[in-house]
């Protein structure tokens, strides 16, 4: 076999394993700039990591909601976006946090409403043109305006899905259709579908390369 010539620099436990609690998801985000990793397993905590001095710099509290996405304004790098499994969206920034001696300030909530009040799970959540794309697991990608804290656009896949990606430069974003035979579709930035095959991946992330037409299904990556 192929020795790899990756090496783990450092590694972290959560709290709540070593607390001997249930750790059913961990959902991370990484800024570049400030050397800040976000990650949060149960609901209810959200912990900064920073990385430069490798220790834990804050913990967010939010609601008894589980976490599912996190993303992070990665121009400035003060806001930070997270999704929920009952539909949320929550936005803190660092701004205004300077100015109520925080970290982090929860500036803003956005509610989802769906056909399916079941399927409202945020997949990720995207910054990018001044606005905030968020997909859910019910097929439903919504634009949304920050300031007035209201959707510009929607556009609806029409079925379930189990993953969502939105590129953040390109007008792209693809879905893998949740069932029995799962569709990996890609889409463009008006709903148009671009094309489909059947996913031989498996049910793992679904990502887009952030700068390029690349598309990483599970363990396979696709040229766009």
């Known amino acids: 076999s192929t020795q790899s010539t990756w090496e783990c620099m450092t590694a972290f436990q959560l709290q709540e394993a070593s607390e001997g609690k249930p750790v059913n998801r961990v959902v991370t985000e990484w800024h570049q700039k400030q050397g800040l990793l976000y990650l949060g397993a149960n609901a ?5 990591v920073d990385m430069h001095e490798q220790r834990l710099n804050q913990v ?3 609601s008894e909601t589980e976490l599912t996405c996190l993303h992070c304004d990665h121009l400035g790098g003060t806001v930070l976006f997270a999704g929920f499994k009952d539909g949320c969206l929550r936005i803190w920034d660092q701004r205004q946090a300077l100015k109520q001696q925080h970290h982090h300030w929860l500036v803003s909530v956005l509610h989802h409403s ?4 079941e399927k409202n799970e945020v997949l990720t959540c995207v910054y990018k043109s001044m606005t905030l794309c968020s997909a859910h697991a019910n ?22 899905v189990s993953a969502f990606a939105v590129h953040q430069q390109l007008p792209l974003l693809a879905c893998i259709l949740d069932g029995e035979f799962p ?24 990502m887009f390369h952030p700068l390029s037409g690349y598309l990483c299904v599970d363990k396979e990556l696709l040229l766009i």
């Open 60 to 62: 967010i509290g939010f």
């Open 139 to 160: 097929g439903v990608v919504k634009i949304w305006d920050l300031r007035k804290k209201a959707v510009l656009r929607e556009l609806d896949i029409g079925q379930t």
């Open 183 to 206: 569709q990996l579709q890609l889409y463009n930035a008006k709903g148009e579908l671009l094309g489909s095959r059947a996913n031989h991946s498996g049910p793992g992330p679904l």
């Open 114 to 117: 769906g056909r399916s009040r």
């Open 44 to 48: 209810g905590k959200l912990s900064v």
